[in-house]
Structure formats: structure tokens, C-alpha cells
């Protein structure tokens, strides 16, 4: 089976109709920490992510950086502006040594005029990814920095071996940026929670001990 078919929207293709895609598109593998798509670049092709995670970021002329999201294997980036012909919206850098397959704009709009069902099943994610931004608004505008560093750490945190540890390396500079703060008020934050027993850390992930604090 094409690998494709493990992805949302190539789901409904047919094993044949996968394949033909596939054979279309390129394999790319890229190391850690290498930005694969600049923010403003043009926009030619649309990536899917066969293996490792990319952080999505913006940043401004003086280098600040917040984070918008994560992705990882099955995911895809890149649609966005093949659909308006708009420069691309957001950058992209390897948190992991990262497989891709990149499928040109060409290809991709063939393949929705050809399987109508393709599109609706961008439209669906399109709408998911849209309610996830809304959601982040929402925490930046009105949670305090406590309730978004807790808020972080539990979207990362998944049970392992009986505790609840964040699925990747998450360090202050790494939340600070995902939640619109400075490192220092971050560190404070963490420090107090490892304190009180709330976390612990295990290698360079976080377990949660027990129920974070409603507020700080």
C-alpha cells in the first residue's frame, strides 16, 4: 500500500490512484535544525512528513520568534498557498532529521480535479487547522502566562510506561516561544512547579507528577 494512503487527505484514493501519486512526487531527506521553508518564500509544492517532526514559527526583524505548532509523520505543510498562489505563510524548520515527500502544485490540483473527494478532505482539515489557531488566540489573548506554560505542557504530555511525559524534548526557550514570554518568566514558572513536585524531569522530557495548579 502507498505510503500516502496513511494520510488524511489521500485516504480515499484508490491503492492504484495512491501509487501513481507517489510515483509523482520526491523523496527529500533533510537534517535536524534545517529550515525548509522560509516565511514569504514562494510556494510551489506541498510537503507530507514520512518520518520526524518540523516547527511551525513566525519571527520578526529583531529575531522574535513564537511557535504555532507542530507537526509530525503523516502531517502536511505547504497547502496553504498552493491554494490563494500566495507566498508562504509561516517558516518551517526540522525539530528531528526529517523524510519528506513533496508533491508540485501541478500535480496536487490535478488530483483534486480528478478525486473531488481529495479537496473536501482538505477543506475538513483546513477547517480542524483553523479551529487549533483559534484555540491558540484564545490562550494568548486571555490566559496569563502560567495558565499557557500549563496549557503547553499538558498538549505535549502523553502516558508512557505508566507516567504522563511530554512526547518531545521541550526546553524553557522552547515554551517561551510558544507562548509569547520571555525565557526568564518561563524558567520561574517551571522552577516553582518542579518544586512543589508538580514535575520532574526525565532526560530532556518533562513528566507531570500530578494535577497543575489552576493558577500561580
Avoid at 494512503?5 to 537534517?31: H, P, Y
Amino acid at each position: 500500500m502507498s505510503i500516502l494512503k496513511t494520510v488524511s487527505i489521500f485516504a480515499g484514493l484508490t491503492d492504484d490512484e495512491a501509487a501513481a501519486l507517489e510515483e509523482q512526487a520526491l523523496k527529500r531527506r533533510v537534517q535536524k535544525n534545517t529550515i525548509v521553508i522560509n516565511e514569504g518564500d514562494d510556494s510551489d509544492s506541498m510537503y507530507i512528513i514520512l518520518k520526524g517532526r518540523v516547527r511551525v514559527y513566525l519571527n520578526d526583524a529583531n529575531g522574535k520568534e513564537v511557535v504555532i505548532n507542530d507537526m509530525g509523520e503523516n502531517d502536511y505543510f505547504g497547502e496553504y498557498a498552493l491554494l490563494d498562489g500566495s507566498k508562504r505563510s509561516a517558516s518551517i524548520i526540522t525539530a528531528e532529521e526529517c523524510n519528506f515527500l513533496i508533491i508540485s502544485k501541478e500535480i496536487i490540483l490535478n488530483t483534486f480535479r480528478d478525486n473531488p473527494d481529495t479537496a473536501f478532505s482538505l477543506i475538513g482539515d483546513l477547517v480542524n487547522r483553523i479551529r487549533e489557531l483559534t484555540f491558540t488566540v484564545k490562550n494568548l489573548a486571555l490566559m496569563d502566562v502560567y495558565g499557557r506554560v500549563a496549557n503547553t505542557l499538558l498538549s505535549f504530555a502523553t502516558e508512557q510506561d505508566g507516567l504522563i511525559i511530554t512526547e518531545i524534548r521541550l526546553t524553557q526557550q522552547d515554551i517561551a516561544n510558544r507562548v509569547g514570554a520571555s525565557r526568564e518568566m518561563v524558567a520561574r514558572i517551571m522552577k516553582d512547579l518542579e518544586t512543589g513536585g508538580y514535575i520532574s524531569k526525565k532526560g530532556k522530557h518533562i513528566v507531570i507528577n500530578e494535577t497543575l495548579p489552576l493558577g500561580y
